[in-house]
């Protein structure tokens, strides 16, 4: 058989030899050297110092940002200053990237080419096929699991804001009616207020029952000015009911996303939705999260 | 070997300058990634060429261009998550900052509605005397503070109530969340919304109005 060598000179191979490493036995071996130092990176807390010797830098990149985050929760001004992580993430790159698969992807074909010529290898090469390949092993070896895991991870992530999101912008809502209807309560009828009595309140649909915050003739939802297009609210569902003797006002407000309890049933006839209800006096005001 | 040098320092000198460009270590770090991209198309190419059994070249560029794919959509995921996990952190932080805001200026102009209206009918206090009888030392211009806190004891809002003009049948109050963070020039770096949560609300004998500034 005629094997082309580099040099373009063709080589005569006495006897073709058998493939000398079985790929897929190669890649299983990968993931479970990635494993293991997965494993060891999440056990070992300490071994996150050793980023640069090869776990995923996009995820320790991914951290900075989020911390920056948390930063600007805090009221706190971020560093923006280059720090030791920003050089280890750099190694990680380096290492991870492009010296490691360099090492393990050459070696591997030395290897392959001395075995079908029947040449034992340098121990060199062995040597670098070993260490290039446990460097990448975390990245390449685990890659289809890393990103399964990660696309899961920000699917759930967003379900999870979203709902969370919805609650949070009709309760912040609510909080906006009950101020407006504590205020109306005070003001008199001749000026258009309640003169003291919440059955006094209309709504410009004229329908207490199913309302939107653009009926009451205020400035708009809280939340849709804050969140704008990061997070788009759909429109709420409002409910007013007053007591009987008109002491106490109850808003119940009904989001458009699934709440906690799929088999909650809205005061709207709809089920599972995210409900938070306000108990309104003329000095209190209550909110309580129903779904 | 040469090859490999000069795209680790390419790779490298992407990293350093896309970071002093930006300061955002995500885009560094995808600078970077755009150079071990081309280097590893290079280098598959490179280590499968002939005389290298054409049966492994199919199956290394498989596993390559699989791992590949596999590691660009974890990275690309992680760069959307934690970015708009920065975003919503600091959203949420501006929803917390009026709320508490809308809280304080609505509470205090409450107060000065329902004495208002319920002063006795011979009085001839107008909205601004009830206001400053109801909150002592509140002339325009002057500026109260009230501080909040997290179950924990940490502070987490300073609403700061501004008193920008007291007339007869209107008071304007401004409100303004000290706490937040204030360099807008960090703002501006990290490519987002600039300045601190400020309302204002106007309180007249017919109601509050209650705006946003920002």
Known sequence: ?291 | MRLLTIFCMLAAVMYVGAFFMTRDPEVAVNAAGAVALIYLVVLVTTATKPPFPKKFRVWIMAVAFVSIACVATSWLTQFYQSHWQRTMLLTIRNTISHNWMADTLTTRSLQTLEAYHNRPQSSKESLADVFHRLNPGSSPGTTVMDTFFSDEGRKIVEALTHVESAADSEVVLLGRDELSPKQDSIFAVLGMKVGKPVARLRLTARGVKYEFEN
């Open chain 1, 1 to 291: 058989m005629n094997l082309k060598t580099e040099n373009g000179k063709p080589q005569e191979v006495v006897e073709m030899a058998k493939p000398p490493v079985k790929l897929w036995v190669l890649w299983l071996v990968l993931v479970f050297v990635g494993t293991l130092y997965w494993f060891a990176f999440v056990k070992w807390e300490y071994l996150a110092e050793l980023r640069g010797l090869g776990v995923a830098p996009w995820l320790g990149a991914a951290g900075m940002v989020i911390r920056q985050g948390v930063n600007l929760f805090s009221g706190e001004i971020p560093d923006l200053s280059w720090q030791a992580a920003h050089l280890w993430t750099l190694l990680s790159v380096l290492i991870t990237l492009l010296i490691a698969p360099a090492l393990f992807l050459l070696n591997l074909r030395q290897l392959i080419l001395d075995r079908l010529r029947n040449s034992a290898s340098a121990k060199r090469t062995i040597t670098g096929f070993i260490v290039g390949g446990v460097l990448c092993s975390p990245i390449f070896g685990m890659a289809p699991f890393i990103a399964v895991r990660q696309v899961e991870v920000y699917q759930s992530m967003h379900r999870g804001q979203t709902s969370q999101a919805n609650r949070d912008a009709v309760t912040a809502d609510l909080h906006q009616l009950a101020y407006k209807a504590r205020v109306f309560y005070f003001v008199p009828t001749n000026l258009g207020g309640g003169g003291h009595r919440w059955k006094n309140i209309q709504v410009v649909s004229g329908n207490t029952r199913d309302f939107s915050l653009d009926d009451l003739h205020y400035t708009g939802p809280i939340l849709g000015k804050i969140w704008g297009d990061l997070m788009p609210q759909s429109p709420s569902k409002f409910i007013l009911e007053t007591t009987k003797d008109d002491t106490v006002l109850t808003i119940s407000g009904i989001g458009k996303q699934m709440g906690n309890d799929v088999k909650f049933a809205n005061k709207d006839s709809q089920v599972g939705r995210v409900q938070v209800t306000v108990t309104v006096t003329p000095h209190t005001q209550k909110t309580q999260e129903d779904n």
